[in-house]
T-cell receptor
Framework: NAGVMQNPRHLVRRRGQEARLRCSPM?????VYWYRQLPEEGLKFMVY????????ESGMPKERFSAEFPKEGPSILRIQQVVRGDSAAYFC?????????FGQGTRLTVV | AQRVTQPEKLLSVFKGAPVELKCNYS??????LFWYVQYSRQRLQLLLR??SRESIKGFTADLNKGETSFHLKKPFAQEEDSAMYYC?????????????FGAGTRLAVHP
């Protein structure tokens, strides 16, 4: 089991471009969480998804951010029209309801 | 509001010295508390959780509901303990473990 896989590890985008971050959960896990870590801060919950359903998006910014977890393929966190303030590390975790396992994160830099 | 506070950004000790990483929380119900660790260039991983009451790599943490604390302790620090440590709280609503993280404490153990 390769664990939770995130790609890319590093992503550089110019202001106004779109960023797509991918997360493949651990085998057998159907729950995916996205967290964002701004510099000098802890991880902040963004969204919780099960296959084809968004269960809790209380931590997602209202505009420009969206997430999906299709029946086939990885979960995608999409950020449209990125701004400098979106620069952060984005972590994905998957869970079997007893423990959350984290990916290595995607570091997004907006220039 | 639910919150996890780690008052120290950096804790620097010598090898063999005792270590205590502080964590305080505010929560209106019965929380589940965790310590996660991130070694250099590795993913975030669960170190221990209060309900298991076990010692991992010599670390222990006791939940003190009166003081709303979950401090992480180790009697004799080792150089390989150097890492980022995050205290986290589970709101465990709807049957899933959405986590609230503290800002983290960097432990540096010097030879």
């Amino acid at each position: 089991n390769a664990g939770v896989m995130q790609n890319p590890r590093h992503l550089v985008r110019r202001r106004g471009q779109e960023a797509r971050l991918r997360c493949s959960p651990m085998k057998g896990h159907s729950h995916v969480y996205w967290y964002r870590q701004l510099p000098e801060e802890g991880l902040k919950f963004m969204v919780y998804l099960q296959k084809e359903n968004i269960i809790d998006e209380s931590g997602m910014p209202k505009e420009r951010f969206s997430a999906e977890f299709p029946k086939e393929g990885p979960s995608i966190l999409r950020i449209q029209q990125v701004v400098r303030g979106d620069s952060a590390a984005y972590f994905c975790a998957s869970s079997s309801l007893s423990e959350a396992f984290f990916g290595q994160g995607t570091r997004l830099t907006v220039v | 509001a639910q919150r996890v506070t780690q008052p120290e950004k950096l804790l620097s000790v010598f090898k063999g010295a005792p270590v205590e990483l502080k964590c305080n929380y505010s929560y209106s119900g019965s929380p589940e508390l965790f310590w996660y660790v991130q070694y250099s260039r590795q993913r975030l991983q669960l170190l221990l959780r209060h309900i298991s009451r076990e010692s991992i790599k010599g670390f222990t943490a006791d939940l003190n509901k009166g003081e709303t604390s979950f401090h992480l302790k180790k009697p004799f620090a080792q150089e390989e303990d150097s890492a980022m440590y995050y205290c986290a709280l589970s709101r465990s609503s709807g049957g899933y473990n959405k986590l609230i993280f503290g800002a983290g404490t960097r432990l540096a153990v010097h030879p």
